[in-house]
């Protein structure tokens, strides 16, 4: 076997890889990272072959002029982040609501005023396809410059078909052009636009269904179907409706849920078997047992709560005691989360939701790929999956979290190549 590619000398290599790196690593055993020492990483192809000690490794392994050697002497190695909730396709920002929010203005004060989500679907129904792409890439860079190789991407600011579809194809678009993987999710349901407001919510839940939903999975433009699924937006019923319809065509299920009042919603998607289900500050107990008793990943977003002051975090510690799957995602959007930087999360998740600095590596990596049905392909240093990679100008994992909005990304290697070097 030919390799190409040979990472030596870490301080710390972080692999998941205890339980064969294709498991989600449920409660305390978010804790069981994997840690190597002087470690290294073989990459043949676009894929991991071996992984061990150095010296050991170098031992074992035939290699010739022709492999390239990534010395990372004094640094850690761990896999490529994996941000699984994100909006990065939109166009305009609203800034000027965040100064209204400094100012005391309530969320439905500032929607009063043409602000929220409606405005930046305004903005959006007017952008091209091809707008929308150039204004991603600048988002998706930023990511990548902060160690994420896989986005989760959503639709959500068209709410029309031709809106939507715009959206997702630009995601496809930037999936196959940029340095990071992107996982497509449709997410029509994020609010009732405005020409259905005031009594014709109803019909369009039947837009979506009959529609919008039918059509997207026939043109295999998203992978996921999300809903907004909270008070004011979509109930629990519209819910339900909009997902089941979404499993007749094969689409997998996510959930924006629990974050403003404990609706249910958790519930819900555990009972219809959501892959993740993403917010959760005011889940109920009845939904922290039945989420942690499931395969469905809590992806809690700290950097919203933290944006909009809500003095109210996810209650990650609970759910972490009761055994479930936790991840960690930006929820980069104009509105609630303008931010791609994960690592920063990981030191929010660490400040103020009392995660530790091993459970926090485990949310952004191992099971955030679990959040996005990749499980099986990123998210571990494992043989026989994918090379992303990403190395970081520190000795210690714990430092990554310690050193609170500080980009120590060195090297990003993307498909068993350098996509990103300092």
Known sequence: MKINTLIVGAEQLLTFDDFGGRVPLHGHKMNEIGIVEKGAVAISGNDIVAYGETHDLLSELEIDGETKIIDAKGKLVTPGLVDSHTHPVFSGTREAEFAMRIRGKSYMEIAAAGGGILNTARRTRSASREQMASDASRYLAWMLGSGTTTAEAKSGYGLSLESEMAMLQAIKYLGQTEKIDLVPTF????????????????????????????????????????????????????????????????????????????????????????????????????????????????????????????????????????????????????????????????????????????????????????????????????????????????????QVPYFYGVNLMNTVVKNGRIALRK
């Not at 047992?289 to 395969?295: G, H, K, L, V, Y």
């Not at 459970?359 to 392909?377: C, R, Y």
């Open 187 to 398: 997410l029509g349901a994020h609010e009732f636009p405005e020409e259905f407001r005031g009594g014709g919510e109803d019909d369009y839940i039947a837009v979506l269904c009959d529609e919008m939903i039918p059509k997207i999975a026939e043109s295999e433009l998203a992978k996921f179907c999300d809903v907004f699924c909270e008070a004011g937006v979509f109930s629990l019923d519209q819910t339900r409706r909009i997902c089941e319809r979404a499993k007749e065509f094969d689409l997998g299920i996510k959930l924006h849920a629990d974050e403003i009042e404990p609706m249910g919603g958790t519930e819900l998607g555990v009972e219809l078997g959501a892959v993740s289900i993403d917010h959760m500050v005011e889940v109920s107990q009845l939904g922290i047992e039945r989420i942690a008793n499931s395969n469905t990943v809590a992806t809690l977003l700290p950097g919203t709560s933290m944006f909009l002051n809500k003095g109210k975090f996810a209650p990650a510690r609970d759910l972490i005691e009761a055994g479930a799957i936790v991840a960690l995602a930006t929820d980069f959007n104009p509105g609630s989360s303008p931010t791609t930087n994960l690592p920063l999360i990981m030191s929010l998740a660490c400040a103020s939701m009392r995660m530790t600095p091993e459970e926090v590596w485990s949310a952004a990596t191992i099971n955030a790929a679990f959040a996005v049905g990749l499980g099986d392909k990123i998210g571990s240093i494992s043989p026989g999956k994918q090379a992303d990679l990403t190395i970081w100008d520190v000795p210690d994992y714990r």
